[in-house]
Every structure is written in C-alpha cells, then in structure tokens.
C-alpha cells in the first residue's frame, strides 16, 4: 500500500478538471513508474492506466489497468493513448531507448490530443556540479545516461515550442521500498562483502529523491494552472 494514500486524498485538487481524467504512465512496470501509478489510482479525480512492455502483477493485484505496449512502436503508442487526459513518460533503458521513447511519446501525445505530458527526467544532467543547484544551473551532463536525458528534455522543449504542453521533473537518485538501484541491491553488495572498505568514499552527500516524495510532484505537475517554470528539480529537503 503507498504511503501516499491520506496525503494525496486531503491535499492535491487537480485544477481546471470537472470529471476524472485518465493519465497513462508510460514505463508503468518499472519502480518509479508503478509508484506514481499507485499515487494516481488512489487519487478521486485521477483513473490510472499502467502501459509498458511487461505485466506488474503487483499492480493487478490492485486493479489497476495495463496497456501492453512497446514505446519504440509509434503506431502502439497512438493506439495505447485513446481516451487519455495525462502522459506521464518513466521510461528507462539505453541512452538510445530513453530519446527514441521520448520522441514517439511526444509525436503521439501530439496525434492523440494529450492535454499535457510530465517528463521524468533527471539531475544527471548537471554533471558534477555540487553545492545549491537550481534548475537555471549549467547543463553539463558527463555520463552517458545524464547526455541521454539533456536530449530527451530538448525533445519535449520542441514538443512544448510546437503547441504542446509537457512540465519537465528532474529528481535526483530516487529510492524507498521495493527500489532497487539505489537500496536493494547496494545492500545485497554490503551484506556480501562486494563492496569493501569504501573508506572516505563511503561519505558525504548525495542529491536523493524519495520515490513517493517524486510521485506527489508528479501529480501536482499534472494539471497545475499558472505555472512559473515548465521544469522542476525534485529532491528530499533537510
């Protein structure tokens, strides 16, 4: 069960909605992507549909809806938003998977009517940079991943510059239950002695998102009016 259940019931209204509108959460089977499904299928004005190549039986298990589909298959996607308000894009893999997703996802978004598109992008493309970084901070990204998510942001800024309309959500390392990246598995390295004496390595800060923190940003980036920015950095405060 999500931790977002009483939050998002008491605090989130979606704006400019007068009956319940359906997003599609593309890369719903992945760990970002099923918390902010759960997020939106426990919210009143929101009908959550999970779409990506594979089941998550834990979703069924809920009732939520899947739609199969492949983001690399423009035709699938056209077909997979019929009847959706709301694209969310959780899409993740190879540098060239995430931009050819993105580009699919924006040209179908575009041919369906989408009202808007919430990006899930990332912190990697500030590189290195440490200290305060605000979204206004040097694009310098120095991994392949951090390359791949500037170019993903530069198609959905030509998606927006055409007419259409997408809020961009850079979270850093994202984690909470069931994550792996970021908590099972560096455990599982700890508790097998993989990863030795880290020494100095083992301290110091790190930019982290909590997975349920990112889904209310999700949501609220949804159908917020009167936005001041169209991208966002979403991190754990102090």
């Known amino acids: 069960m999500t931790h977002l259940a009483p939050t998002l019931r008491r605090e989130f209204r979606l704006d400019g909605l007068g009956c319940r509108a359906t997003v599609l959460v593309i890369g719903g089977s992945g760990f970002v992507g099923s918390t902010i499904v759960r997020a939106a299928s426990i919210h009143p004005?929101?009908?959550?549909?999970?779409?990506?190549?594979?089941?998550?039986?834990?979703?069924?298990?809920?009732?939520?809806?899947?739609?199969?589909?492949?983001?690399?298959?423009?035709?699938?996607?056209v077909r997979a938003f019929r009847d959706v308000t709301y694209v969310v894009n959780c899409v993740k893999?190879?540098?060239?998977?995430?931009i050819a997703a993105t580009r699919n996802i924006c040209a179908a978004a575009r041919k369906a009517g989408v009202r808007r598109i919430v990006h899930i992008s990332s912190m990697a493309v500030y590189g290195d940079s440490e200290g305060?970084?605000?979204?206004?901070?040097?694009?310098?990204?120095?991994?392949?991943?951090?390359?791949?998510?500037?170019?993903?942001?530069?198609?959905?800024?030509?998606?927006v510059a055409?007419?259409?309309?997408?809020?961009?959500?850079?979270?850093?390392?994202?984690?909470?239950?069931?994550?792996?990246?970021?908590?099972?598995?560096t455990i599982r390295w700890l508790q097998a002695g993989r990863l030795g004496n880290l020494g100095e390595l083992g301290t110091g800060y790190c930019n982290l998102t909590?997975?349920?923190?990112?889904?209310?940003?999700?949501?609220?980036?949804?159908?917020?009016?009167?936005?001041?920015?169209?991208?966002?950095?979403?991190?754990c405060s102090q």
Request: charged letters at 20%; a neutral charge; glycine letters at 10%.
């Open 210 to 235: 909590f997975g349920d923190d990112l889904a209310r940003a999700t949501i609220a980036a949804l159908a917020a009016n009167a936005l001041p920015a169209r991208t966002f950095n979403v991190a």
């Open 132 to 159: 305060i970084v605000r979204e206004t901070s040097t694009l310098l990204p120095t991994s392949s991943y951090g390359r791949a998510k500037l170019q993903c942001e530069a198609i959905v800024a030509e998606f």
């Open 45 to 77: 004005e929101l009908r959550a549909i999970s779409c990506g190549r594979r089941q998550n039986h834990m979703l069924d298990a809920l009732g939520v809806e899947s739609r199969l589909c492949d983001a690399a298959d423009p035709e699938q996607l």
């Open 93 to 98: 893999g190879s540098a060239r998977t995430m």
């Open 162 to 185: 055409s007419g259409g309309d997408a809020i961009v959500l850079r979270p850093g390392c994202v984690y909470g239950p069931a994550g792996q990246q970021w908590v099972g598995r």
